[in-house]
């Protein structure tokens, strides 16, 4: 169970679609949550492979090179 408080300003939006659409606004808040998450978890995943590469623990190659090994 997960309860937050939002912007008055949001929060009537959020009421205003849910009203229009006979959906919860349970319903928006999951589908929201579940689309961001998504891009969150993408972004970590990239800021944690940008500091492997800057520690050089990570390998990189040049996209010519990448190119060229997916053709073989």
Do not use: C, H
């Amino acid at each position: 169970m997960l309860s937050i408080r939002l912007p008055e300003e949001i929060e009537a939006r959020l009421e205003t679609l849910a009203r229009q659409t006979g959906r919860t606004k349970s319903y928006y808040a999951r589908q929201a949550i579940v689309e961001k998450i998504e891009d969150l978890e993408d972004i970590y995943l990239a800021e944690q492979a940008f500091e492997r590469i800057r520690a050089g623990q990570e390998d990189v190659i040049s996209a010519d090179e990448m190119w060229r090994d997916l053709e073989n």
